[in-house]
């Protein structure tokens, strides 16, 4: 079965910096392209960052270019999402999800982590 | 990006009654290379995260119930829901993937139960 376990969530005040994780197990998790998808509270969904599945490829929503790294440890079978510059638009739940066929069909999800930015 | 704009923003079926999501692409998600359209749809319920239910517009994953079906072509799809179950009461969101990596979701569907 597969799970997507995500964590590093909380209280950031503007401008400040978190790292999410994203533990990964059940499939093979160096053969997939993972994403990042938020969503504001009561809201829709948006991606946020994909890396291919070697790393050596990452792309971003314009709404985060320049502030969010994605990267990925295969050897750890974790995902990553280093966020700085952060913004009260940046407040959302950031899910994880594993890529299907590599067609950007986000597969599988985990539970979310809730990022939360304000003073 | 593409948009895509999903009909009705919420929905009211009876239990056992057929239900019905429109989407709509601002342009073609239809390749021409391997006349794939590139749409996917997914379940959020209450609490949840999204859950894959359909992609290729009309492939339904594995696991999914039978009552779950997609159609369309282009730039106009559908998510029926054959005989509403109680289980079904959720947000519904299309997405496309052929424009990537800027991949779009439209704003989602409530559906309820009536």
């Known amino acids: 079965e597969v799970q997507l376990l995500e964590s590093g969530g909380g209280l950031v005040q503007p401008g400040g910096s978190l790292r999410l994780s994203c533990a990964a197990s059940g499939f093979s998790f160096s053969s997939h392209a993972m994403h990042w998808v938020r969503q504001a509270p009561g809201k829709g969904l948006e991606w946020v960052a994909t890396?291919?599945?070697?790393?050596?490829?990452?792309y971003y929503a314009d709404s985060v270019k320049g502030r969010f790294t994605i990267s990925r440890d295969n050897s750890k079978n974790t995902l990553y999402l280093q966020m700085t510059g952060l913004r009260a638009e940046d407040t959302a739940l950031y899910y994880c999800?594993?890529?299907?066929?590599?067609?950007?069909?986000?597969?599988?999800w985990g539970q979310g982590t809730l990022v939360t930015v304000s003073s | 990006d593409i948009v895509m704009t999903q009909s009705p923003d919420s929905l009211a079926v009876s239990l056992g009654e057929r239900a019905t999501i429109n989407c709509k692409s601002s342009q073609s998600v239809l390749s021409s290379s391997n006349n794939e359209n590139y749409l996917a749809w997914y379940q959020q319920k209450p609490g949840q995260p999204p859950k894959l239910l359909i992609y290729w517009a009309s492939t339904r994953k594995s696991g999914v119930p039978e009552r779950f079906s997609g159609s369309g072509s282009g730039t106009d799809f559908i998510l029926t829901i054959s005989s509403l179950q109680a289980e079904d009461v959720a947000v519904y969101y299309c997405q496309q993937y052929y424009h990537t990596p800027s991949i779009t979701f439209g704003q989602g569907t409530r559906l309820e139960i009536k």
């Open positions: 890396i291919v599945a070697n790393g050596a490829d990452t």
């Open positions: 999800s594993n890529d299907h066929s590599g067609a950007y069909i986000l597969d599988s």
